[in-house]
């Protein structure tokens, strides 16, 4: 459950990216904070090992504006991609509104995609959230890099809901606000459908 | 399912109201009530030059992770979680379900009188939650959500 703010006229969304280790989550975060006006969003937090690896998550306060008088302001997590750190990965869906899934495109990454969607759909499921119903949007990263998966192939084996996908190079931003937007977009329109 | 619930400004006053009475009586300098998504509701007491915000958020974490903890050892919960600091010490606390309670607090009280107060309102306040008062139907009529429309939402990316 989570709070809709009538006295101070706000509402906060939380939206989770997931994925498979080194695809990029915490890289997507650090651009959307580097490249959003100051004003408009707060500090971002890191829980990271010394390797910078994401010990247990990230975390980014958006806040974009206002609809209708009320103020939006979305809150992004990372979870921590190993596939050891389940038990965090699971705490950190908890009151999910959105979630982005961050495939790695490189074609020998391609099975570790396949397990973390796996997994995502087993930790949303804890939370009583479903993986074909939930605001989704897909993300395949690591375009610059060689020997990727064709975004036929991604989407036959990562897509099979059909949701908006989008190609990425978190490194350079391209493809990281098409992604943020979608899924805001999404996670407010089910705001709308919830009435 | 709406899972969301609906804070009224009648609900924020009463709120407010327990956290007021609590910094009072326990001499606490500063307490904040967060949902347990990381969502701050509420506070009283002086917070000037604390990011609330990214409290809120290590907060929810923090009781995420204690309780996840707490589930390996065989207990269904910690109720309460200190950290003590060289003259700044925090408690934090569940309220039920849903809230939990974080306090700020130095050498003007003790832990224990923390403890023994935070427990009363930690109670109060789950009540409150737990007896539904928060979703007020009417209220939720007034949704700012119902009429929005494609256009609103591009206009919070410009």
Sequence with gaps: MSFINYSSRE??????????????KTTNLQYIYQKTNPDNRGKMISLATETERTLFFD?????????????????LYTVPGQVFYDASRKLILRGADGVVFVADSQVDRLEANVESLEN????????GFDLDTIPLTLQFNKRDLGDIAPVEELNGLLNTRG???FTCTATTG???????KDIAKQVVLELKKKG | VDD??????????????????????????????????????GQAGDSAGVDTTALAALTASNIAASRAIAELMGEQEFSGVFHEGDSDHLFICVAGSEAILLVLFDAQTSIGLVR?????????????FEAGELAETEEKTL?????ITEEDIDQLFR
């Design chain 1, 59 to 75: 975390f980014l306060p958006l806040a974009l504006g206002t609809i209708r008088g009320f103020k939006v302001r979305f809150h």
């Design chain 1, 120 to 127: 995502l759909r087993v930790n949303l499921a804890e939370h």
């Design chain 1, 11 to 24: 509402i906060n969304c939380k939206i989770v990216y997931y994925g498979p280790g080194l695809c990029g």
């Design chain 2, 143 to 147: 949704s700012p959500f119902a009429e």
């Design chain 1, 163 to 165: 949701v908006p996908a």
């Design chain 1, 174 to 180: 391209e493809g990281v606000f098409d992604t943020l």
């Design chain 2, 4 to 41: 969301r619930a609906y804070l009224t400004p009648g609900t924020v006053q009463r709120i407010e109201e327990e956290l007021r009475s609590f910094r009072q009586l326990a001499r606490a300098r500063v307490v904040f009530l967060i949902d347990r998504n990381g969502q701050l509701l």
């Design chain 2, 116 to 128: 023994l107060r935070v427990k009363k309102t930690a109670q109060r306040l789950a009540e409150l």
